[in-house]
C-alpha cells in the first residue's frame, strides 16, 4: 500500500483510500478466531511501515494478536498539583480492534473483495475495526 517509512502528512481522501484498500485487502482474506496468519503480518507491516512504528514496540498476544505500544513525541507537562518538579502522570489509551472473521459463507457473489475463502467471511465489521 504504501513505499513510505512513516505516514505524512496526507489529504483526507488519499489516506481514506489507503484505509480502503486495507479494508478490502483484509475483507477479502478472512481468516477464523486464533487462525489470523495473514492477517496479523498485514497489520504488522501496515504499523511499521505506514504508521512507522518501531518493530521492538510491537508484539504478539494470544498467538495471532498484535499489542503495539505507541509513545507520544511530546514532553511531559508539569502538573500543578503535584510537588515542584515533578512531572504529570502518562496517560494511556487503549485502542481494541478484533481480527477474527466468522465460519459463514459471503453470499454476496458480485462483491469484487469477496471473501477468497469459502466458508470463511468478514460479516460482522472486524475488518473495518482493523483498517
Known sequence: ???????????????????????????????PGFEEKRTHATLRHMLTSLAGIPEASIRTCAGTGIVADIKGKGKPRPDSALAPGTQA???????????????????????????????VAHLCGHDGHMA
Open 1 to 31: 500500500l504504501s513505499t513510505k517509512a512513516v505516514l505524512e502528512p496526507v489529504d483526507v481522501q488519499d489516506f481514506f483510500s489507503v484505509l480502503t484498500t486495507l479494508r478490502r485487502d483484509i475483507h477479502a482474506h478472512p481468516e
Open 89 to 119: 502522570k502518562v496517560h494511556t489509551i487503549a485502542i481494541r480492534a478484533d481480527m477474527d472473521a466468522l465460519r459463514m459463507t459471503e453470499k454476496n457473489t458480485t462483491l469484487p473483495y469477496r471473501s477468497t475463502h469459502e466458508g
